[in-house]
């Protein structure tokens, strides 16, 4: 399979887009069942957005890559999407500084999560422009990785927030 021309992956990005459409659908259901506690607990709230920030990016990355178009311009695209998401993430996680009720550790694999769920797809960009490098086998990874880190904030917010 060539990783450098969307055809063949086609069938990938209609999946993922439903696929993830339907999981932020879920994570809204979630949100409301628990939406007290979710919003007396410090953090929470921007947990859930950041699942759904992460779902939503595969969303629209899945929609830029079935629509007509050069490699070269979705890679443009992944780019500015793929900072945006990162940027806009990051902004939602408390900082080590500012994270005195939340440990070390799980304020590590917070960033983790969302640096694995939004930065595959810049550096999907960043291939595609040069045609090297992975291309559209960073835009699966991207996917796949987003889809683990919002269904783990899912699982906080249904299940973990009422222990």
Do not use: K
């Not at 992956?9 to 993922?16: C, I, N, P, S, T």
């Not at 947990?47 to 920030?53: C, G, N, Y």
């Not at 991207?142 to 699982?155: D, E, F, Q, R, Y």
């Amino acid at each position: 399979m060539n990783a450098y021309e969307l055809e063949p992956w086609h069938d990938l990005f209609v999946a993922a887009a439903g696929a993830s459409a339907a999981l932020a659908g879920l994570i809204f259901v979630a949100v409301s069942i628990n939406i007290e506690r979710i919003l007396a607990l410090q953090g929470v709230a921007n947990r859930a957005l950041q699942a759904l920030v992460q779902l939503i990016v595969v969303v629209i990355v899945s929609l830029l890559a079935l629509a007509p178009q050069a490699t070269s311009t979705l890679g443009i695209e992944l780019i500015a999407v793929g900072l945006i998401a990162v940027v806009f993430s990051f902004r939602l996680t408390p900082t080590a500084s500012t994270a005195a009720a939340e440990e070390a550790d799980s304020l590590r694999s917070r960033q983790i999560l969302i640096a694995l769920g939004t930065v595959p797809f810049v550096i999907a960009g960043l291939s595609l422009i040069a045609e090297s490098g992975g291309g559209l086998y960073w835009v699966m990874a991207g996917i796949v990785l987003a889809t683990i880190g919002s269904v783990t904030n899912a699982w906080v917010l249904l299940v973990e927030i009422l222990r």
